[in-house]
């Protein structure tokens, strides 16, 4: 085994120990103060009650007593008073400049700016009055230790605001837009104070950004012309921020409410259950024998973490504190260690079935189901993460590196591979026993079907416990010790097999009872309460232990810290949806999002890819610094309708959840992208490295996860859309092969190190294999031009099935001149004549034009957003082409090319410089 990181990398400092390791994660996720008696147990509490609240909201049970029955908003409002005073209490405000500057400028600042817009409407004095108390109070100093009276009185305050629908719903209710006195005086200090708590728990990035669209709005005349608007008074915002729906009670703190809260919570539980370890050596008893093998087990646990997880900090830490040590161990300098924990680590956020909360807010902003969100973002998640063990791979290979020291000599291949399949054959058979097993038992018992399921759960989870009890708990040792052999990977597995069946329930719930997803976390996590409980008792009885009282103990503490560090880790979730909304509210009362198109549309020069990089690059802007919440909430509000406008526009018409997928993409990056890159600054914190060289590692290792968005905007079938299950195995294959292609070409090594040509003809296989059809339509073109007259003949020709092509001029629906370009879906007729009709089209002559003369309501014509008086400048009909799959015969022929001349290259036998394809 070789130690490259002794002998070639200065230590400039060493990594963090795990006391300051732990304060780091509390600091990011879950609340840096320190404070220890009475306070500590109050915030323990508080965090303990809203998790119960949470869970109670989330249950059947207020419908089945007819008690503590929760409307949307009133759950909301409890949820964010919650978290804002979580916030106070468990972050300390900070020293130095930065609370002076943004503990008194920025209440001082948007207090201000709210008097200006007071004008007439409301007392002016009133509102200076609140800003110079939230201000000053804010820029109190504290100690870590202990909360100060004020912070008590900010946190009463706050919680006071936040919950104010929910105390007044009905008053509020009677007199919706128009607030009366102590509406103005709850909104206002609840914004400023939401504010200070945002900047305690998450920093001052997402301050800044909510902040600078509350300028905006009040603002609105003074901006340049591009994105001026009329301005807001202060009822306006009043009504639409804190009174109503629309701003910090919007959808995204519905959804954290809902949805969001409960899947932490469930991750935490698991965690608390022991099954965060068991993942790490599960991935290291199987990997870390390989070349750079403890790399790739990092990669594979912070998949199966981030698949519970809503944070990459807290995933880089988590898993980074046990995988970075051991990747040096083995040759990876301290930046490549800490930037392969943050490249897997960030992954984990566009893992399904979470996605660090994204998915559930998906839901609700593409408007799609929860099992669709999942379907179409898992492809390009796997092949991701696919990508980045072969990088691992090739960088192992590149340098030369081994893997870690096995416990026992494995058994001829062949027994091997047998053993593989039969144990794949296994679990098929469990599979389609347990999903025709439980279909068969819901109608046959009906009503009594539940309690039927449970025991069934019951029965499988004490049999795999008492088969589990026959092998030691797995321990996470001390990564800095000396390495002897790796766990064995049979008793390992073995060992925590009883951890999967929460995972289980959870999956069956969401898809294949399609139960919302907050009501399949509720079911998730009640069936963890209950093997949190039960399973210390049940190993002590299968091991044979007396001390039955202690492990009862053991249980019922794990659940309770499995309780309050699900609450704590929803402080900043629960704070960022809230302040989010500030932004979404902003952009939807200002109408900035057209503005912004107008802006890219500027800059790019209508070019669609420019259009295409200039999001890119604003959506890693603004989700600097930012959680991945808050993150895909400010993104996909800004630069989501961005590329479906402009994208009509040059003829791109992109599903909208690739359109967010794709923003979402590029916002998570900056958790990678320095200067911000905050996981980067987490592992490097861990590792002993720089910050800023591991964030470029870090990116460059991520580019992959850079080029996916760009393909599935122009290649859907990534994403599973409308394609069927072979199909989608054979797009599986050929992407996969075409993302390693383009980790190979990237990482400069195939199987020998790449000359210039190699990689340029690498890039270009993985392009190919990933859009064939760029070259097809070259030779092919895909549409026929058709002239506007000629529409009723097109459409005759169209077959059943497929839609007609429009590029349609005129006003579009927010009543703008512009050009764009719709799918018209063509019901089936005898003539082209009667089709256009039964799509709701009316359709005249007017001067050599083709006008819309009418457009039936509730039809396939309005559906597209086609409006009377628009003008028909194109008509496109798919013509007839060879299949786009062709193209892949060249293409593997200058692969095997590639192949042969890197074959000649490398050394017959050289382990250590040679890379599996």
Same mark, same amino acid.
């Given at each position: 085994?070789?130690?490259?990181v002794?002998a070639?990398q200065p230590?400039?400092?060493?990594?963090?120990?795990?006391a300051e390791?732990?304060?780091?994660?509390?600091?990011?996720?879950t609340g840096?103060?320190?404070a220890g008696?009475?306070?500590?147990?109050l915030i323990?509490?508080?965090?303990?009650l809203w998790s119960?609240?949470q869970?109670?909201?989330?249950?059947?049970?207020?419908?089945a007593?007819?008690i503590?029955?929760? $409307?949307d908003?009133e759950?909301r409002?409890?949820?964010?008073?919650?978290?804002v005073?979580?916030?106070f209490?468990a972050f300390?405000?900070g020293?130095?400049?930065?609370q002076?500057i943004?503990? *008194?400028g920025v209440?001082l600042?948007?207090?201000?700016?709210l008097?200006l817009s007071a004008?007439?409407?409301?007392p002016?004095w009133v509102?200076?009055?609140?800003?110079?108390?939230?201000a000053?109070?804010?820029?109190l100093?504290t100690r870590?230790d202990r909360v100060?009276?004020?912070?008590?009185i900010?946190?009463a305050i706050?919680?006071?605001?936040?919950?104010y629908l929910?105390?007044?719903?009905g008053?509020?209710?009677?007199?919706?837009?128009q607030p009366v006195?102590i509406?103005?005086?709850?909104?206002?200090?609840?914004?400023?104070?939401l504010l200070?708590?945002t900047?305690r728990s998450l920093?001052?990035?997402?301050?800044i950004v909510a902040?600078?669209?509350?300028?905006y709005t009040?603002?609105?005349?003074?901006?340049?012309?591009?994105v001026?608007h009329k301005?807001?008074n202060?009822?306006?915002?009043v009504n639409?921020?804190?009174?109503?729906?629309e701003?910090?009670?919007?959808?995204?703190?519905?959804?954290s409410?809902?949805?969001?809260? *409960?899947f932490?919570?469930?991750?935490a539980l698991?965690?608390k259950?022991?099954?965060?370890?068991y993942f790490i050596?599960v991935?290291f008893?199987l990997?870390?024998h390989?070349k750079?093998?403890?790399?790739?087990?990092?990669?594979?646990?912070?998949?199966?973490?981030?698949?519970?997880?809503?944070?990459?900090?807290?995933?880089?830490?988590?898993?980074?504190?046990?995988?970075?040590?051991?990747m040096?161990?083995?040759g990876f300098?301290?930046e490549?260690?800490?930037a392969v924990e943050?490249?897997s680590?960030? $992954?984990?956020q566009?893992?399904?079935p979470?996605?660090g909360a994204a998915?559930?807010?998906m839901?609700?902003?593409?408007?799609?189901?929860?099992f669709?969100?999942v379907?179409?973002?898992?492809?390009?998640?796997?092949?991701?993460?696919?990508?980045l063990?072969?990088?691992v791979?090739l960088?192992?290979?590149k340098a030369g590196?081994?893997?870690?020291?096995?416990?026992y000599?494995?058994?001829?291949?062949m027994r091997?591979l047998?053993?593989?399949?039969?144990?794949v054959a296994?679990?098929c058979?469990?599979s389609?026993?347990?999903y025709?097993?439980?279909g068969?038992?819901?109608?046959?018992?009906g009503?009594?079907a539940?309690?039927?399921?449970?025991?069934?759960?019951t029965?499988?989870?004490?049999?795999?416990?008492?088969?589990?009890?026959?092998?030691p708990e797995?321990?996470?040792?001390d990564?800095?010790?000396?390495v002897?052999?790796?766990?064995?990977p049979?008793?390992t597995?073995?060992?925590?097999?009883h951890?999967?069946?929460?995972?289980?329930?959870?999956v069956?719930?969401l898809?294949?009872?399609r139960?919302?997803?907050?009501?399949?976390a509720?079911?998730?996590s009640?069936?963890?309460?209950?093997?949190?409980?039960?399973?210390?008792?049940l190993?002590?009885?299968?091991?044979g232990?007396?001390?039955?009282?202690a492990a009862?103990?053991?249980?019922?503490?794990?659940?309770?810290d499995?309780l309050?560090?699900?609450?704590r880790?929803?402080?900043g979730?629960?704070?960022?949806?809230a302040?989010?909304?500030i932004?979404?509210?902003?952009?939807?009362?200002?109408?900035?999002g057209s503005a912004l198109?107008d802006?890219v549309?500027v800059l790019?020069?209508?070019?669609?890819?420019?259009i295409?990089f200039?999001?890119?690059?604003?959506?890693?802007?603004?989700?600097m610094?930012l959680p991945?919440?808050?993150n895909y909430?400010v993104?996909?509000?800004?630069l989501?309708?961005?590329?479906v406008t402009l994208g009509q526009? $040059?003829?791109?018409?992109?599903p909208?959840i690739?359109v967010?997928?794709?923003?979402f993409y590029?916002?998570?990056?900056?958790d990678v992208?320095?200067p911000?890159? *905050?996981?980067?600054?987490?592992?490097?914190?861990v590792?002993?490295g720089?910050?800023?060289?591991?964030g470029?590692?870090a990116f460059?290792y991520?580019?992959?996860t850079a080029?996916?968005?760009?393909?599935?905007i122009?290649?859907?079938?990534?994403?599973l859309?409308?394609?069927?299950w072979i199909?989608g195995?054979f797009?599986f294959?050929?992407?996969?092969?075409?993302?390693?292609?383009?980790?190979?070409?990237?990482?400069?090594?195939f199987?020998?190190?790449?000359?210039l040509?190699?990689?340029v003809a690498?890039?270009l296989?993985?392009?190919?294999?990933f859009?064939? @059809?760029?070259?097809?339509?070259?030779?092919?073109?895909?549409?026929?031009?058709v002239?506007?007259a000629e529409?009723?003949a097109?459409?005759?020709?169209?077959?059943?099935?497929?839609?007609?092509?429009l590029?349609?001029s005129?006003?579009d629906?927010v009543?703008?001149?512009?050009e764009?370009v719709v799918? *018209?879906?063509?019901?089936? @007729?005898?003539?082209?004549e009667?089709?256009?009709e039964?799509a709701?089209l009316?359709?005249?002559e007017r001067d050599?034009?083709t006008?819309?003369d009418d457009?039936?309501?509730?039809?396939p014509?309005?559906?597209?957003?086609?409006?009377?008086?628009?003008?028909?400048?194109?008509v496109?009909?798919?013509?007839?082409?060879p299949?786009?799959?062709?193209?892949?015969?060249?293409?593997?022929?200058?692969l095997?090319?590639v192949?042969w001349?890197q074959r000649r290259?490398a050394?017959?036998?050289?382990?250590?410089?040679q890379?599996?394809?």
């Open positions: 085994m070789t130690d490259m002794d070639t230590k400039e400092h060493e990594g963090l120990s795990q390791i732990d304060e780091l994660v509390a600091q990011a996720d840096g103060r320190s008696g009475f306070i500590g147990r323990a509490g508080i965090a303990l119960l609240f869970l109670w909201y989330a249950s059947p049970l207020p419908f007593v007819g503590g029955v929760f $409307n908003t759950a409002s409890i949820h964010l008073a919650f978290a005073v979580l916030a209490l300390p405000p020293h130095g400049a930065v002076t943004f503990g *008194l209440p600042v948007l207090g201000g700016l008097a004008g007439d409407i409301f002016v509102v200076l009055a609140i800003t110079v108390v939230v000053a109070a804010c820029a100093p870590n100060a009276i004020h912070e008590w900010m946190a706050g919680g006071f605001c936040a919950a929910f105390l007044f719903y008053p509020i209710a009677d007199r919706v837009g006195f509406d103005y005086v709850v909104s206002v200090a609840g914004l400023l104070l200070e708590a900047r920093g001052p990035a997402l301050v902040s600078l669209f509350l300028v009040v603002l609105g005349p003074w901006m340049p012309e591009i001026a301005g807001n202060l009822r306006e915002i639409h921020h804190w009174i109503s729906t701003g910090v009670f919007g959808i995204a703190l519905g959804v409410t809902s949805f969001v809260f *409960l932490v919570l469930f991750g698991l965690d259950a022991g099954a965060g370890n050596q991935a008893s990997m870390g390989m750079g093998g403890p790399a790739k087990a990092a990669v594979v646990s912070s998949a199966m973490t981030g698949l519970i997880s809503g944070s990459s900090i807290a995933n880089v830490v988590t898993t980074g504190t046990f995988t970075i040590p051991l040096k161990k083995v300098s301290s490549k260690a800490g943050v490249a680590s960030v $992954n984990g566009i893992m399904p979470v996605m998915a559930f807010l839901v609700e902003y593409v408007g799609i189901p929860y669709d969100v379907k179409h973002a898992f492809l390009p998640a796997v092949i991701s993460y696919i990508a063990v072969y990088i791979h960088e192992a290979a590196m081994e893997g870690l020291p096995r416990a000599v494995p058994g001829p291949l091997r047998v053993g593989f399949v039969f144990g296994v679990l058979a469990i389609f026993g347990v025709y097993g439980m068969w038992i819901r109608p046959t018992f009503a009594a539940p309690y039927v399921i449970f025991a069934v759960l029965a499988a989870y004490v049999g795999l416990v008492a088969f589990g009890s026959r092998y797995p321990k996470l040792d990564p800095n010790a000396p002897s052999a790796l766990p064995l049979g008793p597995i073995k060992s925590g097999l951890f999967i069946l929460p995972v289980v329930v959870l069956w719930a898809m294949v009872e139960l919302s997803p907050g009501l399949s509720f079911w998730a009640a069936f963890m309460i209950f093997i949190l409980l039960t399973q210390r008792p190993f002590a009885i299968f091991r232990e007396r001390q039955m009282g009862f103990r053991r249980g019922w503490d794990e659940l309770v499995g309050i560090s699900g609450a880790n929803m402080i979730i629960g704070i960022a949806t302040t989010a909304g932004i979404v509210g902003a952009v939807s009362q200002t109408g900035v198109a802006v549309e790019s020069g209508g070019n669609l890819l420019a295409l200039l999001t890119a690059i604003l959506s890693l802007i603004l989700g610094g991945t919440t808050a909430i993104v996909s509000a800004l989501a309708p961005v590329i526009e $040059n003829g791109l018409l992109v909208l690739a967010h997928l794709f923003v590029f916002g998570i990056m900056a992208t320095p911000v890159g *905050l996981a980067s600054f987490a592992a490097a914190a590792s002993g720089d910050p800023i060289r591991t470029f590692v460059f991520s580019l992959r080029a996916l968005p760009f393909l599935f122009f290649n859907t079938d990534l994403l859309i409308e394609v069927d199909h195995v797009i294959v050929i992407a996969t092969v075409a993302m390693l292609l383009f980790a190979a070409g990237t990482q400069g090594w199987i020998a190190r790449n000359r040509w190699e990689t690498l890039l296989l993985a392009f190919t294999f859009r064939p @059809g760029f070259w097809m339509d070259m030779v092919f073109p895909p549409y026929e031009d002239p506007p529409i009723a097109a459409a005759g020709e169209v077959p059943s099935g497929e839609n007609l092509r590029r349609i005129g006003l629906s009543g703008e001149t512009r764009w799918l *018209l879906e063509l019901p089936d @007729g005898a003539t082209g009667e089709r256009i039964a709701g009316t359709l005249v050599g034009k006008i819309i457009v039936a309501f509730d039809s014509a309005q559906d597209v957003g086609l409006d009377w008086d628009q003008e028909i400048v194109r496109l009909k798919s013509a007839e082409t299949s786009k799959y062709w193209i892949y015969i060249p293409a593997l022929l200058l095997a090319l192949i001349a290259r050394p017959p036998a050289s382990g250590e410089q890379a599996v394809a």
